[in-house]
């Protein structure tokens, strides 16, 4: 069992015990679920840093993989509105980095610009994760990371805009 520190760790979201308990229980399209995703991403090559702008390239590309020829199946299914999603992601990922930091389970450098690590304790709980779900995010990142880590992160973007919508 993995002792969180101070802080509590329940199915609806990483808290701090002076939090209040989320009252609906939603998961889908929240700070929760993008948590989960970042430290999924991140601990399939915990050696690399991530921008924020970066997390979300690629969470993207490992969401609608088989657009980018990772896969042969989208982990989120086919969706004509999937580019709709990018913009509501970015303030879901900059909620989730700021609490993932706060709570010791990435590490943040500032070289031009934040960039973002997972911890050792990140790593221990994400690899606590042993969905299918979880196992296919983690082949598909380590994956995404070989094609696209060379990259900058402005490239990404445009690796994604250029794109079209393949179902």
């Known amino acids: 069992m ?6 509590i760790f ?12 989320r009252k ?8 929760f679920e993008m948590e989960l995703r970042i430290m999924l991403l991140m601990s399939s090559v915990p050696e690399l840093f991530f921008s924020s702008t970066r997390i979300l390239a690629f969470d993207f590309i490992n969401c609608y993989a088989k657009v980018f020829g990772i896969a042969l199946e989208n982990l ?3 969706n004509d509105f999937m580019y709709a999603e990018m913009a509501g992601r970015r303030s879901l990922i900059t909620e989730a980095i700021k609490k993932l930091v706060r709570h010791g389970i990435l590490k943040v450098k ?7 690590k997972i911890t050792e304790y990140g790593l221990e709980i994400s690899n ?6 979880a196992q296919e995010y983690r082949r598909v990142s380590r ?14 973007l445009q690796e994604i805009q250029h794109r079209p919508i393949a179902n």
Do not use: M, W
């Open 2 to 7: 993995i002792k969180l520190q101070k802080d």
């Open 76 to 78: 989120h299914g086919n």
């Open 128 to 133: 606590s994760f042993h969905s299918t779900y």
């Open 10 to 21: 329940n199915t609806f979201g990483i808290r701090s015990q002076d939090e209040p308990a």
């Open 143 to 156: 994956l995404s990371a070989k094609k696209y880590s060379c990259k900058s992160d402005e490239e990404l």
């Open 24 to 31: 609906d229980k939603e998961i889908f399209n929240t700070v």
């Open 110 to 116: 500032n070289n031009q610009g934040y960039q973002y």
